[in-house]
């Protein structure tokens, strides 16, 4: 080549790449029609969040490796590699993920959060005697406003923690619970609990669903990361008329509806001799059944029950961990999938669990459905980690939204560092996941494009005046408490 034709051959190449600059950068714009901005040719985001690995949980572009995410307005706005991404935009703050994976944030679709506080009072108890015996009165001696401020902190304390980003809190104190959610960062489907005997508060089902009613309308589009809804204890707590209440007021004000259904063969007894019919036929019968439902537990469906609860668009959440710890059974996951039914993971109240540990959960949902079907084939890992984001999104037809790495969905992401022993090494990432990782290899939590825990450290709580403020409560729950176990 001579040097005549080497400087020719130089143009060529500059004009070419500025051509695919050009080119890559006008893909984006289409892709994203967001604030573009010449300088340098880049767009302007607010964040730039990177990994080794990117687990999107879309099925277009599974796993995608040295990726990263561009948000812009608390939403993804590019999905690519990294190299791509930091080409096409600039951000004040970039989280380049190195020796971490990216992922969705978990979706826990069942837990009673403030429960963290009577996390440890009662334990190996069956599900009745540990309710009638221990919860509920040790909820209406102690549970107030104060109680499920600071039990809400701790709840949401745990679960950024541990990379959880959306949560169903089906409690009391709904207003209380919203504030901290509000201030945390995190996003929740905060749903309080009506129920035909006395709870904390109220005097029965009149006045506590009057009370939930006004709540959806105080907060009904008021926060975009808190969605207000309806919460019926269980088919054995509410009567069918309320039942009836309950449906007719979700579909009024347009709520999620959510309700603990199937969870022991007693309830299915008892159920079944009061009207003559099983927990999900006896729904049916009421009209119950539709998308915006979604169901706790869901352990004891027959086979026509769940070609019931797919034909309604029924979410199920499955909460492994307190399934086995109050010896509720074994749900039917595999054939509830099969089926076609949203099935969603949870994490239940810390009294029956006892942590709000996704991670957990998610490696209990891939283990005991291979021991119980004797098929080690059973709800292979990519399923179990399905079920803690995409799944739990579903159920809760909350999948617009979240649940996935997807242009145009929040961005509610998480990091988790691969470098520990127990990650070391690495052949398959969704393996890692769903068999290895723990909630202590969460590095980095984002919610709506807002950090809430980087490197490990919580920005928008703290943890030493919630652990005081834990502690002193647990302290007055000790003195007047009856000796338990
Ligand atoms: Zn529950």
């Given amino acids: 080549m001579t040097r005549q034709s080497l400087k020719h051959y130089k143009l060529l190449v500059l004009c070419v790449c500025t051509a695919f600059l050009i ?15 010449n300088r340098g040719g880049k767009q302007k985001a607010e964040l ?11 099925e277009a572009q599974p796993v995608i490796q040295d990726g990263a995410i561009a948000v812009a307005d608390g939403k993804i706005v590019a999905v690519d590699t990294k190299a791509k991404i930091m080409a096409s935009y600039r951000a004040n703050t970039t989280l380049p993920g190195e020796g971490m994976v ?27 005697d540990w309710l009638q015996n221990y919860i509920f009165p040790a909820e209406a001696k102690f549970v107030d406003k104060n109680f499920v401020r600071v039990g809400e902190q701790l709840a949401c304390w745990e679960m950024i923690r ?12 709904p207003d209380v619970a919203a504030e901290v959610v509000n201030k945390c960062g995190l996003r929740a489907v905060i749903a309080p609990s009506s129920i035909d005997f006395p709870s904390p508060g109220f005097k029965g089902w009149d006045d506590a669903f009057a009370f939930a009613v006004d709540f959806v309308k105080r907060w009904k589009g008021k926060n975009s990361r808190i969605i207000p809804a309806l919460a019926a204890h269980a088919p054995y707590t509410v009567s069918p008329e309320h039942l009836t209440q309950a449906i007719t007021a979700a579909r009024q004000y347009d709520v999620p509806l959510t309700i603990h259904v199937a969870e022991t063969q007693t309830e299915v007894k008892d159920v079944q001799q009061r009207y003559n019919a099983t927990p999900v036929q006896h729904l049916e019968n009421l009209g119950f059944l539709e998308p915006r439902v979604f169901a706790a537990h869901m352990v004891w469906p027959n086979e026509s029950e769940i070609a019931l609860l797919a034909k309604r668009g029924v979410g199920v959440i499955h909460n492994p961990d307190s399934n086995l710890k109050l010896a509720s059974g074994f749900a039917p996951v595999p054939a509830m999938l099969k089926a076609g039914v949203k099935v969603g993971l949870g994490t239940d109240g ?33 399923t179990a980690l399905r079920m803690a984001t995409l799944g739990s999104a579903e159920a809760l037809n909350l999948a617009d939204k979240i ?19 127990h990650l070391t090494p690495l052949y398959n990432v969704i393996s890692h996941l769903v068999y290895a990782a723990d909630a202590s290899d969460v590095d980095t939590v984002i919610v709506d ?37």
């Fill in 102 to 128: 990216l992922m969705p944030g978990l979706v826990n679709g069942h837990s009673h959060s403030a429960m963290v506080l009577f996390r440890g009072l009662a334990d190996d108890l069956a599900l009745q």
């Fill in 350 to 382: 810390a009294a029956s669990n006892n942590t709000l540990d996704m991670w957990k959960a998610i490696r209990l949902a891939a283990l005991i459905h291979k021991g119980t079907s004797l098929d080690p084939t059973t709800v292979p890992a990519k």
């Fill in 403 to 421: 649940g996935a790495i997807k242009v145009g969905l929040r961005a509610d992401v998480i990091q988790l560092q691969l470098t520990e022993p």
């Fill in 449 to 485: 494009g807002q950090i809430l825990m980087r490197e490990r450290k919580m920005l928008t709580l703290d943890p030493d005046q919630i652990r005081i403020e834990a502690n002193s409560i647990a302290e007055n729950i000790k003195a007047s408490s009856r000796p338990l176990n």
């Fill in 23 to 37: 080119f890559s950068g006008q893909v984006v714009i289409a892709q994203s029609n967001y604030n573009f901005n």
């Fill in 162 to 173: 541990g990379g959880t980003t959306t949560f169903v809190d089906m409690y009391f104190e």
């Fill in 48 to 58: 730039i969040v990177g990994g080794d690995f990117v687990v999107t949980m879309n």
